[in-house]
């Protein structure tokens, strides 16, 4: 063994092992950043990974080779110093380094891969954005007049929306985009944050029947223009202008992707300036989503729509503004009907508007019409699987019919569309709650209240994961916090889980019935009324508001059948066996069986 560590000190192995390691590994690591700023597929970095573990010996090899034999003026070689054995050992962990990190890369043992929160699991994924992205930020109002700020934000949503409908992009969402509005902020930050290739900004200027738009695509990697253009047009061609925009940008991000990029733009029929200008103001009060807002918004588009009744956009506004109502106003029966001619309507002048046919998808859950919604669901993903609209739709469809594997999948797809969207980070900490992945769910509802800071929705989620996960202490601070913020039902909500949780189904009861009381309160419908009776361990009471619940066609009441959270006692019990013998539970279940030989393939 002396001999050994004298011949390698001799001929300089220790050191030539040494640098090699040290170049190898920092060679891996500019390597990583690098080469997917430029573009690099995945399998070249494991290539070079693969290349500096093959080049170790060859290194070694070449050393011995040219470094000349030792010759020792005595019969055995001097005994070895500790340094010697220090610089051995630094060798042996080089390799066994090296080797390690290659087999996390291509995931040889997947039981030993580092667990990772849900946010970190996005930085992964969206550490190299596809070529074909693109984010479109607020266009600056140019006009004087800061009252039609309406006016330019609309522009954009617009062009965002138009480019969105397009299969061959990557498109951030609306929430995320118009996040950095009014914010002088680097455009090589906002598109690593957004995670994409290039960012659209422009500015408007609106004067009458006259409109000037100017619109740079901007690469984020150099901050060089790939394209620019000013548009002077009448008013009444900004459908048309609108076509042109998205296809020249769609031509430079594409290249030649996109066959028909060389084509004309659609030819589209003019629109009233007035109604055109009324439909952006709609669309800018349907956004607040508050009750006097969507008023203001129906107004606005039942106007639009009687003064161009060919303009589909309209009517998809008008019935979304329809369903944000129904959602939040129970005692209105009327607005179900209205939002469903609305829809109708938008699809039969525009079959392929991915917005109304999202909503005609919902709208089809809300009313338990389970066979519109697989057609709705089908046509969507023919049409463009990776659009925001498609998988929202998809969450809710598969949420629904109880899968929510599919379900945490398309949400998880709609975050890296929208990283900055609150809602969609809480949806999908509440499925994977649904699923008894706790610390995911904890993850994912960290994320969203990094967004919106003591949000009760998020706190309540969060709460709920860390009752799933035991974490009775953590559970109650959240209590405790929720309660200070006045915000009782939420706070009485995971109390009374993590007092079920804990065995205390007196204390569970009395939360369940003071909540039960007071409904319709926080977010609870009745199906999550009946969820609380049944984790107090009040099976009759639950079985009352199931039964309300199927009255008020809840969409997430039948999959509790399938959700990996409900207690064993409900799938048990005779009355919620009649339930679902029932005529609208059994074609739920026809629907749910049919999803299920779809994604497996049958």
Not at 169 to 176: G, K
Not at 389 to 417: C, H, I, K, V
């Amino acid at each position: 063994m002396q001999r050994l560590l004298r011949i390698i000190q001799q001929r300089k192995l220790d050191r030539v092992a040494a640098a090699y390691g040290v170049a190898a590994w920092l060679a891996v690591q500019a390597a990583s950043i690098a080469l997917p700023t430029f573009g690099a597929p995945p399998w070249a970095l494991k290539i070079l990974i693969v290349a500096a573990i093959c080049g170790f010996p060859l290194a070694l090899w070449i050393a011995w080779h040219l470094t000349p034999a030792p010759h020792y003026k005595y019969g055995a070689p001097p005994p070895s110093k500790g340094t010697d054995l220090v610089l051995l050992g630094f060798m042996a962990a080089v390799v066994f380094l090296t080797i390690a990190e290659l087999c996390f890369q291509f995931g040889v043992f997947p039981g030993l891969s580092p667990v990772r929160s849900a946010a970190a699991d996005r930085a992964v994924q969206n550490s190299s954005p596809s070529t074909a992205s693109v984010a479109v930020l607020p266009f600056m109002n140019m006009s004087g007049d800061p009252s039609k700020e309406y006016f330019s934000d609309g522009i954009s949503e617009e062009l965002l929306n138009q480019l969105a409908n397009i299969r061959e992009l990557r498109v951030a969402a609306r929430t995320s985009s118009f996040a950095f509005k009014g914010k002088n902020q680097d455009i090589r930050s906002i598109a690593r944050a957004l995670n994409v290739r290039a960012v659209l900004e422009g500015s408007v200027r609106e004067d009458g029947q006259h409109i000037r738009i100017t619109a740079q695509l901007i690469n984020a990697a150099d901050g060089y223009h790939l394209w620019s253009k000013t548009y002077d047009r009448d008013l009444r061609n900004i459908l048309s202008l609108q076509d042109e925009i998205a296809r020249a940008i769609t031509a430079s991000l594409t290249h030649s992707l996109l066959g028909d990029a060389s084509k004309p733009a659609t030819n589209r029929v003019p629109i009233d300036p007035d109604a055109y200008r009324k439909y952006l103001e709609g669309q800018s009060f349907s956004a607040r989503k508050t009750d006097e807002d969507d008023a203001h918004a129906i107004e606005l588009l039942k106007q639009v729509t009687t003064v161009e009744p060919a303009f589909a956009p309209g009517f998809a506004a008008l019935g979304r503004t329809y369903i944000h109502m129904a959602q939040f106003q129970r005692e209105r029966g009327d607005l179900v009907p209205a939002a469903q001619t609305a829809l109708n309507e938008a699809l039969r002048l525009d079959p392929h508007n991915l917005e109304a046919l999202s909503l005609h998808l919902i709208l089809a859950l809300m009313k338990w019409d389970w066979q519109k919604a697989e057609d709705d669901a089908h046509k969507l993903q023919s049409l463009n699987p990776r659009s925001v609209f498609t998988l929202r739709a998809m969450n809710d469809y598969y949420g629904s019919l109880g899968f929510s594997e599919p379900q945490s999948a398309m949400l998880r797809e709609a975050t890296r569309l929208d990283p900055l969207s609150f809602v969609d980070l809480n949806n999908l900490a509440t499925v994977y709650n649904s699923r008894g992945e706790y610390a995911e769910a904890a993850s994912a509802a960290d994320d969203a209240l990094a967004l919106r800071p003591n949000r009760a929705l998020a706190l309540y989620t969060l709460c709920l994961s860390y009752v799933g996960a035991k974490r009775s202490r953590d559970a109650q601070a959240l209590i405790a916090q929720l309660l200070a913020q006045s915000n009782a039902d939420a706070s009485q909500g995971c109390a009374l889980k993590n007092a079920a949780a804990a065995g205390n189904r007196a204390e569970a009861r009395m939360l369940a019935a003071g909540i039960a009381k007071r409904f319709p309160a926080f977010v609870y419908d009745e199906t999550d009324i009946g969820g609380f009776y049944l984790a107090a361990g009040d099976t009759v009471s639950a079985m009352i508001w199931f039964d309300r619940a199927y009255v008020r066609r809840n969409q997430d009441l039948l999959a509790l059948s399938y959700s990996a959270t409900t207690p064993p006692t409900l799938l048990n019990l005779p009355a919620w066996n009649t339930l679902r013998q029932r005529p609208e539970a059994r074609a739920w279940q026809a629907a749910h069986d049919r999803l299920a030989a779809e994604l497996a393939g049958g």
